[in-house]
């Protein structure tokens, strides 16, 4: 189910993706290049930024909404633990790792798809490798696997891509991080803060409903805070204050 609800959720992730391919087909001059190179950055950025709220979606309404659900005789709140806590895992670890869904769009479109799909076959089978040690001779349990999935996301979005696409663009895995995931981090770091700060101290950890709900108002409302001072660009900015007013 963990999986399952993954795989449902990703999807709303792709439109950038999707949308970068056929453009970086089309480029045919270094300065297409050089503006593929910044759209590829702030598309990166976007795209962490709501993969980032999503995760604090789940992590604070999760378990409630999740026992809403499917709780019932057949489902206990053990079983409902852990599937949440599958969830949350997997999904950290691809919120983290934005870069490599659009950079894998993008080397496919450019004639790098051997070395594309040499990255997918490698952190795949790293993934289960280490997923299926941890699962088969640790206390981890299903945990295990769950980890061995978010190992070769992370890979991906850390190490491979960032590596595959720097080359390509001619610039350097620094770079890359400082303009696409440092802005996000930095943003999630915040929230994370907000929240834990409100669970502890304001709330007194009271998993209820009404609270969480009260507890992701304040994280959303932060989140679109600091997005609009912080994440977007000043074109967009602008474009949303028009729309606005």
């Not at 297409?32 to 990166?44: A, M, P, R, S, V």
């Not at 997923?131 to 979005?157: N, P």
């Not at 190490?159 to 595959?164: M, N, S, T």
């Not at 304001?202 to 994280?219: D, H, P, R, W, Y």
Request: proline letters at 3%.
């Amino acid at each position: 189910i963990p999986i399952l609800i993954f795989n449902s959720i990703t999807p709303f992730f792709q439109a950038l993706p999707t949308i970068s391919g056929p453009i970086a087909a089309g480029i045919s001059n270094t300065q297409d290049k050089k503006e593929l190179f910044e759209k590829f950055k702030i598309w990166t950025k976007y795209t962490m930024s709501v993969s980032i709220i999503a995760f604090l979606g789940i992590l604070i309404l999760g378990n409630t909404l999740l026992n809403f659900w499917l709780g019932g005789e057949k489902v206990s709140s053990d079983d409902i633990y852990v599937m949440i806590t599958v969830l949350t895992i997997i999904f950290f670890a691809y919120s983290i790792s934005s870069i490599a869904p659009l950079a894998r769009s993008i080397s496919l479109a450019v004639g790098l798809h051997w070395k594309s799909s040499i990255i997918e076959i490698t952190t795949s089978i790293v993934g289960i490798f280490v997923g299926s040690i941890l699962l088969l001779t640790s206390d981890f349990g299903v945990y295990g696997m769950a980890i061995g999935i978010s190992m070769a996301l992370i890979l991906r979005g850390f190490l491979f891509y960032p590596f595959l696409i720097s080359n390509f663009f001619q610039s350097t895995v620094f770079s890359i991080f400082k303009g696409t995931i440092a802005k996000p981090i930095v943003m999630f770091s915040i929230l994370c803060i907000i929240y834990f700060a409100i669970k502890i101290f304001i709330l007194n950890n009271n998993s209820s409903l009404l609270f969480e709900i009260i507890a992701f108002i304040v994280v959303l409302a932060a989140w679109i805070f600091i997005n609009t001072t912080f994440i977007l660009n000043q074109k967009h900015r602008d474009s949303i204050k028009k729309f606005l007013t």
